[in-house]
């Protein structure tokens, strides 16, 4: 089990976006929130083998913390929890948050990498 923490990919293409991704991430993994409050168009992505597991994604404003205790459930431009299930799916994020966090649930052999792009 390992605590599986955001990185910055630094482009040298478009300084006005981040891409920050968390992964490879297993089952057993848990996840460090992500601070994102700039960023009010972001979009998610999940690559890897999904090993039966659902990639969704939440995010808090709870702006005063240094670790956020609630969390919600993002939704997708449809109004849909984001709940991806197959490798490269790619979703719009509803609502901007301060904090970001992906959530894995089931599966019994994942090994995926979430990517959050933001602008």
């Given at each position: 089990m390992a605590l599986i923490k955001p990185v910055r990919i630094q482009s040298p293409f478009d300084t006005d976006v981040v891409v920050y991704k968390w992964g490879p991430a297993t089952e057993a993994d848990t996840y460090?929130?992500?601070?994102?409050?700039?960023?009010?168009?972001?979009?998610?992505?999940?690559?890897?083998?999904?090993?039966?597991?659902?990639?969704?994604?939440?995010?808090?404003?709870?702006?005063?913390?240094?670790?956020?205790?609630?969390?919600?459930?993002?939704?997708?431009?449809?109004?849909?929890?984001?709940?991806?299930?197959?490798?490269?799916?790619?979703?719009?994020?509803?609502?901007?948050?301060?904090?970001y966090i992906p959530v894995m649930t089931g599966g019994t052999s994942a090994s995926i990498t979430t990517y959050l792009f933001g602008k």
């Open positions: 460090e929130a992500l601070v994102l409050p700039l960023k009010t168009d972001q979009t998610m992505q999940n690559i890897g083998s999904m090993g039966g597991a659902s990639m969704g994604l939440s995010g808090s404003l709870q702006a005063e913390l240094t670790a956020p205790t609630v969390f919600g459930v993002l939704k997708d431009a449809q109004g849909t929890a984001i709940a991806h299930t197959v490798t490269g799916d790619v979703d719009t994020v509803l609502e901007a948050m301060y904090w």
